[in-house]
């Protein structure tokens, strides 16, 4: 899986090389416009006259008439320009931030552009299910019940200090329609503008990549899961909606649970079940893994399907 620190490399090579045809462009200007020999005498003249005014001023010596001509020859090669269909912004390079000058750097930082690359990179590698709008900040209280606001009060909190949580794993517990999806994209977005790693999966959808890595045998088959395990934020959808398969259902859970909370990553696992259906259907160890106060917490969210309530 690409790093941060590689996507930011890879976002200043293509600002660079933003700024290599911006130049070529103008290199190719300049050149065509050189061969109009009345712009070619009167460019030379501008360069003499530059050249004249820098070497007065370092000499202390009057340098008015140099620009007076210069004034002159630059009013001229404008006019040239322009009856050859150009125009003097078209000798220098347009680059495609004002800000930077296509250098990727803006005050001993990363530019704003760089940035949105990246961001935009996260957006195509996150392939969590994401509406724009279903946001912390755009959630209607009106419609939510004690325990829902309770728990995106909860979850607000955890994002703002992610990935530096001391409880990595989440359980959002409760019927269907309750606020669960909307609240599973409100920590995506969050997220995802703050460049984190994001991987989204239904629980019927991650079943079916687990059969199909138990039954691969190809030299990459290690890279099926490699996504799972590395990613910043995994989230399983439904949890319990999917067949039981076996050898691979359990068995595949548990390795990517027990593998995330080793390396420290988080996991958020959305269910109708409550926990001691869990146990039932997954075992001790998968439910140790997701019902432990050590590193886990479990937030029931309780209510009437707030769909109808709109």
Known sequence: MITKTQMYHNAVEKVKARAQQAQTIANQNYHKATLNPLFKQVDTNIISLNIAIAKAEVDNKDSSEYKKLLKKFLNERTKILKNMNMAENDLSPKYFCPKCHDTGYYKDNYCDCVKKIVNDEYSKLNNCILDPTQTFENSNDNL???????????????????????????????????????????????????????????????????????????????????????????????????????????????????????KNRSTIITTNLLPEAILDRYGERIFSRLINKQNSTLLKISGNDIRLKK
């Open 144 to 262: 939510l019940s004690d325990d829902a606001k309770l728990a995106y009060k909860k979850i607000y909190s955890w994002c703002e200090k992610f990935p530096n949580n001391k409880i990595k794993n989440i359980v959002l517990q409760g019927g269907t329609g309750i606020g669960k999806t909307y609240l599973v994209n409100a920590i995506c977005n969050k997220l995802s503008s703050r460049q984190f790693l994001i991987q989204y999966f239904t629980a019927f959808g991650l079943n079916n990549l687990f059969l199909k890595y138990h039954t691969c045998f190809d030299y990459d088959r290690q890279n099926m899961l490699d996504n799972l395990l590395d990613c910043d934020l995994l989230v399983i959808d439904d949890l319990g909606t999917e067949n039981i398969l076996k050898n691979v259902t359990i068995e595949y859970l548990y390795l990517i649970l027990n593998e995330r909370l080793i």
